[in-house]
């Protein structure tokens, strides 16, 4: 039997989601035999440790007899626990320089590391995240924002909300403006954004409809991958190619700059992906985006005027046209940022029952054994080394980047 350790989470601020929950836990234990569920005691957790112990899951300081452990976060490298297994997400894929000290500290600490970010189905697609509830929390922060903005309607904190229903039950009676919103994106994130926006009664139109009038009713469109980007040489647009050879694109964003007023960014970035817009594009007369919710939040990414990460307790900053620094939020010549980097952390609760289903559905019977697919093209790092699938990381964990 192997022993699966839930662990403290050890960032700052603390993030309070979990990986399994009370009533997740008991059910593996009664209906998979090969696991038993173990939970490090935390006093910061959205799950009690009392609720874990009640649930009939032993709750202790040391898990350091467990096999594999799961956490949520990048795990602090004085916490990491030699020879073990970890999930998490590490937020390495992506060569993030923050978390190269992390990168070498797992190999040394001989530890394999699987990270959620890299769990796939066969067709490429993610199999587990809190996609869904990071665009729920940063759609309603990026209303919010521009609310207070305006002035014309106030929305509260989603984290003063103790569920998802409780939060949709605000919405009740809300009286919008005739904004127009963009919306980027068709993945999880995005899916929650929409939630939020059929959820006020924003009405939804195709997006060249959307460039082309006003409309006296608050508005939003989504725009998708061929609304976004076209090959420079043709102006088409090829899903796969896209994904394998983004660098032969740009974007055709500009003309909504142009048209909207809150943008809801939900499109996955890396460095050859085209950005929306560059930097001076905001300087522009014409460009008169008020709001921009960067959900997926890449500082200087797909946003580039995304300046970085705030806090839950503080999610806006403004970002000057002219200078494009930072200031404070809602000023007459700023654009105000939303960006933050653990939104589900707002509905820790119902963001984590969520997690937890995926991962028992799609994952956890895979991690016994070695003849996994999905588990060996997720698993970054094995015996010291950085696996086939990671092994462009190699600079990147040496330092030498």
Partial sequence: MLRIGLIREGKTPADTRVALTPAQCKWIHKNVTAFQVVVQSSPDRCFSDREYLMAGVEVKDDISDCDILLGIKEVPI???????????????????AHNQPLMRAILDKNIRLIDYECLEHEDGQRIIGFGFFAGVVGAHNGMMAYGNR?????????????????????????????????????????H???????????????????????????????????????????GRYSRDEFHHEPQQYRSKFLPYTKQTDILMNGVYWEKNIPRLFEKED???????????????????????????DQSIAHPVYGVNK??????????KDSIDIMAVGNLPNELP????????EQL???VLENLTGNGSEIINKATMTNNGNLTTYYSYLQDYADGRL
């Fill in 78 to 96: 004085k916490n990491l626990i030699a020879n073990k297994t970890y999930l998490f997400f590490s937020h390495t894929k992506k060569m993030q």
């Fill in 150 to 190: 305006s002035g014309l309607f106030a929305l509260g904190r989603v984290y003063q909300q103790r569920s998802f229903r409780e939060l949709i039950h605000t919405y009740f009676g809300l009286r919008l403006p005739n904004v127009k919103i963009a919306v980027t994106g068709s993945g999880r994130v995005a």
């Fill in 192 to 234: 929650g954004i929409l939630e939020v926006m059929n959820l006020m009664g924003i009405h939804e139109v195709e997006p060249d409809e959307y460039l082309t009038r006003r409309f006296p009713y608050p508005v939003y469109t989504q725009l998708k991958g061929a609304d976004l980007y076209e090959r420079m040489d043709n």
């Fill in 282 to 308: 905001v300087q522009n007369e014409d460009f008169i985006i008020q709001t921009i919710a960067d959900i997926t939040d890449d500082e200087n990414g797909s946003v580039p005027i995304n300046l970085g």
């Fill in 322 to 331: 002219n200078t494009l620094q930072k200031t404070e939020p809602y000023l």
């Fill in 349 to 356: 609760r119902d963001a984590s029952r969520y997690f937890g």
């Fill in 360 to 362: 028992i559905k799609h």
